[in-house]
């Protein structure tokens, strides 16, 4: 059974064909980091006015590369929440279009919960219960999965998440954007016990992050207090001193995300840790996951890298289990931000 998938929460484009929940015959994603980069972020309006560009072409390529046409679509699968208004608007409507014209079902994804599930697309069966962690540019998430379906939220970032930081402090330190690979890059070249920036909440009961005052720590290590938008514009800094900051902004991430999914997951008695969105591709958190997991007897199971960023694979993955589930949406249904 073929469910196509259309993902636009943010500001990736992007359509799939999946069938039977598990095997992904296409999967078109289409980046707007060249249009966003001079902002050093996501801008809503233009990311929306992007996909009405886009999604067509997109839609068509999955269809196209999965040697597929409309006739063979059992279901369409789009997201629906969480992510900006206007672009989820537009993945929405493209998806309403298309489940009335052909006639078959509207399936409505959770994007962190398709996140989750994109580790199911890279072959493996986690152990459940799970906890899961989604690590992204706008969230930063734990939640106790049950079922491919059923994931309860036991915490979140209380303010920027884990990517939104990453793409703060390449700003701050001229890196460049997406941040999250920039910042990544740099690192590798330093040292992250150079500067004892924050560990935010660390030791906090509960599954809660912050990360904005690690990120504030950043900007004061680069440059003082009181700093204004043009100073972080004039700023110049050695090769050095720029990959010490990436590496030990870096490491103080990945000591907090690291050490709060692990104890949570002990908390919980869970059997395995889950991990998706798109900080989940950083290499340094990943090595760090597998050491903590093997050395706390937990089963880890990492998204595949290339479903680590937004894409509709996983939306179409997860549309198929609901469907199944006999969850179909109205076209009534709203995007919800």
Known sequence: MNILGIETSCDETAAAVVEDGVRVLSSVVSTQHTL?????GVVPELASRAHIENILAVTDQ??????????????VAATTTPGLIGALLVGVTAAK????????????????????YAVWLGGTRPELPAVSLVVSGGHTSLFRTTSELSHELLGATVDDAAGEAFDKVANILRLGYPGGPA?????????GAAVAFPRVMLDAAGADFSFSGLKTAVLYHCLGQNVSKGDIERAHYTPQFVADAAASFQEAVVDVVVEKTCATAARCCASSIIVGGGVAANARLRERLAQEASARGLALHLAPRNLCTDNAAMTAGLGWHLLRAGAAAP????AEP
């Open 36 to 40: 966003h980069e001079r902002f050093g």
């Open 62 to 75: 999955a269809l196209a590369d999965a040697g597929l046409s409309l006739s063979d679509v059992a279901a």
């Open 97 to 116: 279009t298309l489940s009335w014209v052909l006639d078959v079902p509207l399936l409505a994804a959770n994007h962190l919960h398709a996140h989750i």
């Open 183 to 191: 910042v990544e890059r740099a690192a590798a070249g330093g040292n």
């Open 331 to 334: 076209l009534t249904v709203e």
